[in-house]
Nanobody, 120 residues
């Protein structure tokens, strides 16, 4: 089984930055990719960024690719999301997602989410 725990959310002023973390525990060696998604009130959950855990290839949502950076630390089984220049439209619950490989192929796992609020 795989467990994901996000942290790093909070209240940030417009124009500020934030770094989110997602720690993967359990069968982390059977994870193909990890990513960040966000869901604002009344809206659908949307992709922010993903990263391949073996090769480091990244994928970003067009709407955010100029302001976010996804990175990983395989030793710590952790994925990070750096968000810069936070805007009023950025507040949402940010979720971590993992996609399995090997014996976990076809499975996906989600964290509980971390709230990001942007306000002056």
């Amino acid at each position: 089984q795989v467990q994901l725990v996000e942290s790093g959310g909070g209240l940030v002023q417009p124009g500020g930055s934030l770094k989110l973390s997602c720690v993967c525990s359990g069968s982390s060696f059977n994870i193909f990719s990890m990513g960040w998604y966000r869901q604002a009130p009344g809206k659908q959950r949307e992709l922010v960024a993903t990263i391949n855990m073996d090769y480091g290839a990244t994928n970003y949502a067009d709407s955010m690719k100029n302001r976010v950076t996804i990175s990983k630390d395989n030793i710590k089984n952790t994925v990070y999301l750096q968000i810069a220049s936070l805007k009023p439209e950025d507040p949402a619950v940010y979720y971590c997602r993992a996609e399995g490989k090997g014996r976990l192929r076809g499975r996906e796992y989600w964290g509980q989410g971390t709230q990001v609020t942007v306000s002056s």
